[in-house]
């Protein structure tokens, strides 16, 4: 006896089933904003260039280091002569030319004195590597900033978004509020218009700022090296800066990585330049040979050592070029460095006074918001009882959003201010610099 189930019952059933055996849903990933600043000093191509680049100065240290050591060669020939030739001298045969010949030896050059330019070669590439270790340093914090700044896009597109929805949702109550004073023949039909143009407005605006969410994660991950989906927090802002400005200004003259490639260039044009003069002096190395061979007139073995001087005394003015190059590399050097201390001053003076405009912005915008909300919702109240327009209340919509977006721009600028200040100081990120250094803990 068949027994009847119902059809609700069944259908409970089958979604039970088709529950049970989808596939669970993939968590997704939420990441902060200190797991951005890691991901970046890890991941971005940048970093790993700056890297690669202070591994190319090893090697090239490692090629200056070749001139100063013995250069050695081993060689060998087998001839074999259509025409033999020997002698018979004190009861030995002497062979001249034996009808297959062959000479081994090994052969060496090394170097002894070339006015220190090897040792001034090798200085250079050892403070090279320092300079290429710099560099990363100065990599890590441009490419840690730029992540906080696309984290905090990516962050005000999502605020974006939850503003566009309320906007929305108050455009919606405005027109079901017009359209139901119509119908009472309380209101005209331009305003029932008048509220279907604001909330197609509303709704444009909501789709830019989803479309604005999508490149500026898409943006984010360019700088993060990850493909899995992900989710932003709001993090915690850093404490605004309690030094003073003149104490900031110093620290970043002491601080800033690129000032210090500066001086690290100086070094190495100061070296190229005692480079240059050792060319006016002398070449001095020893050469020096061992033959084993067939031939045994006068031996089997043969061997020299000889210690060769070359002073080059007129080359056209060469050297006196290359070293007039050198002297204005190490001027164009110095303005350099001049320069870069006057734009270190300028730019920390300019990201101090950036956080106080902002910090005063976020107060006013705040009090801003807090009158904006009000305004809005008493004008939506008095346009339900008709005292007041569809006007005043679309304007009271319309300034509530644009207060509650400047209000985001303005706190999320005054927070990746304070981060911009900390590069323009040098002082940004110094745990992700240390591990991102040659020899440092990834």
Same mark, same amino acid.
């Given at each position: 006896?068949?027994?009847? @189930?119902?059809?609700?019952?069944?259908?409970?059933?089958?979604?039970?089933?088709?529950?049970?055996?989808?596939?669970?849903?993939?968590?997704? &990933?939420?990441?902060?904003?200190?797991?951005?600043?890691?991901?970046?000093?890890?991941?971005?191509e &940048?970093?790993?260039?700056?890297?690669?680049?202070?591994?190319?100065?090893?090697?090239?240290k490692?090629?200056?280091?070749?001139?100063?050591?013995?250069?050695?060669?081993?060689?060998?020939?087998?001839?074999?002569?259509?025409?033999s030739?020997?002698?018979?001298?004190?009861?030995?045969?002497?062979? @001249?030319?034996?009808?297959?010949?062959?000479?081994?030896?090994?052969?060496?050059?090394?170097?002894?004195?070339?006015?220190?330019?090897?040792?001034?070669?090798?200085?250079?590439?050892?403070?090279?590597?320092?300079?290429?270790?710099?560099a990363?340093?100065?990599?890590?914090?441009?490419?840690?900033?730029?992540?906080?700044?696309?984290?905090?896009?990516?962050?005000? &597109?999502?605020?974006?978004?939850?503003?566009?929805?309320?906007?929305?949702?108050?455009?919606?109550?405005?027109?079901?509020?017009?359209?139901?004073?119509?119908?009472?023949?309380?209101?005209?039909? &331009?305003?029932?218009?008048?509220?279907?143009?604001?909330?197609?407005?509303?709704?444009?605006?909501?789709l830019?700022?989803?479309?604005?969410?999508?490149?500026?994660?898409?943006?984010?991950?360019?700088?993060?090296?990850?493909?899995?989906?992900f989710?932003?927090?709001?993090?915690?802002?850093?404490?605004?800066?309690?030094?003073?400005?003149?104490?900031?200004?110093?620290?970043?003259?002491?601080?800033?990585?690129?000032?210090?490639?500066?001086?690290?260039?100086?070094?190495?044009?100061?070296?190229? @330049?005692r480079?240059?003069?050792?060319?006016?002096?002398?070449?001095?190395?020893?050469?020096?040979?061992?033959?084993?061979?067939?031939?045994?007139?006068?031996?089997?073995?043969?061997?020299?050592?000889?210690?060769?001087?070359?002073?080059?005394v007129?080359?056209?003015?060469r050297?006196?070029?290359?070293?007039?190059?050198?002297?204005?590399?190490?001027?164009?050097?110095?303005?350099?460095?001049?320069?870069?201390?006057?734009?270190?001053?300028?730019?920390?003076?300019?990201a101090?006074l950036?956080?106080?405009?902002?910090?005063?912005?976020?107060?006013?915008?705040?009090?801003?918001?807090?009158?904006?909300?009000?305004n809005?919702?008493?004008?939506?109240?008095?346009?339900?009882?008709?005292?007041?327009t569809?006007?005043?209340?679309?304007?009271?919509?319309?300034?509530?959003?644009?207060?509650?977006?400047?209000?985001?721009?303005?706190?999320?600028?005054?927070?990746?201010?304070?981060?911009?200040?900390?590069?323009?100081v040098?002082?940004?990120?110094?745990?992700?610099?240390?591990?991102?250094?040659?020899?440092?803990?990834?």
């Amino acid at each position: 006896m068949s027994r009847h @189930i119902p059809p609700s019952r069944t259908l409970a059933l089958v979604l039970l089933v088709l529950a049970a055996a989808a596939p669970p849903a993939r968590a997704q &990933t939420t990441l902060t904003l200190d797991d951005a600043q890691k991901l970046a000093a890890r991941n971005f191509e &940048t970093v790993q260039l700056a890297q690669q680049d202070v591994e190319q100065a090893k090697l090239l240290k490692r090629q200056a280091l070749s001139a100063v050591l013995p250069n050695v060669n081993v060689n060998g020939t087998y001839t074999r002569n259509l025409v033999s030739a020997a002698f018979d001298f004190g009861g030995r045969t002497i062979l @001249i030319l034996p009808g297959n010949d062959y000479n081994v030896g090994f052969s060496f050059s090394q170097p002894l004195y070339a006015g220190f330019r090897e040792q001034r070669a090798l200085d250079q590439a050892k403070v090279n590597i320092e300079a290429a270790g710099v560099a990363v340093a100065t990599t890590v914090q441009d490419s840690v900033l730029n992540a906080t700044r696309a984290y905090y896009q990516m962050l005000g &597109t999502k605020e974006y978004v939850a503003i566009s929805k309320r906007a929305l949702e108050l455009a919606e109550a405005t027109q079901r509020t017009a359209e139901s004073l119509f119908r009472a023949g309380e209101a005209v039909e &331009t305003a029932v218009l008048r509220a279907r143009v604001a909330v197609g407005n509303a709704q444009r605006q909501l789709l830019d700022a989803e479309n604005a969410e999508v490149l500026a994660r898409d943006q984010l991950r360019i700088f993060l090296g990850v493909e899995q989906d992900f989710q932003v927090t709001r993090p915690q802002p850093p404490a605004p800066p309690a030094a003073a400005l003149d104490a900031l200004v110093a620290e970043g003259l002491q601080a800033r990585p690129e000032l210090r490639a500066l001086e690290l260039q100086r070094e190495i044009a100061q070296l190229e @330049i005692r480079k240059r003069k050792g060319a006016y002096l002398p070449v001095v190395k020893a050469d020096g040979s061992v033959t084993q061979r067939r031939t045994s007139f006068p031996s089997t073995r043969i061997g020299s050592v000889s210690i060769n001087a070359t002073w080059n005394v007129f080359n056209g003015g060469r050297t006196g070029s290359e070293l007039a190059g050198a002297e204005v590399a190490l001027r164009q050097t110095d303005l350099r460095r001049d320069l870069l201390r006057k734009q270190t001053e300028n730019q920390v003076r300019a990201a101090y006074l950036k956080i106080q405009t902002l910090h005063a912005s976020v107060d006013v915008l705040t009090q801003q918001v807090d009158v904006a909300r009000r305004n809005a919702d008493e004008t939506s109240r008095a346009y339900k009882v008709g005292e007041a327009t569809d006007l005043d209340t679309l304007t009271a919509n319309d300034q509530l959003a644009r207060s509650e977006r400047d209000l985001l721009d303005a706190t999320y600028s005054y927070e990746v201010a304070l981060y911009e200040l900390q590069r323009a100081v040098g002082t940004l990120a110094p745990d992700l610099v240390a591990a991102a250094a040659p020899g440092g803990q990834h």
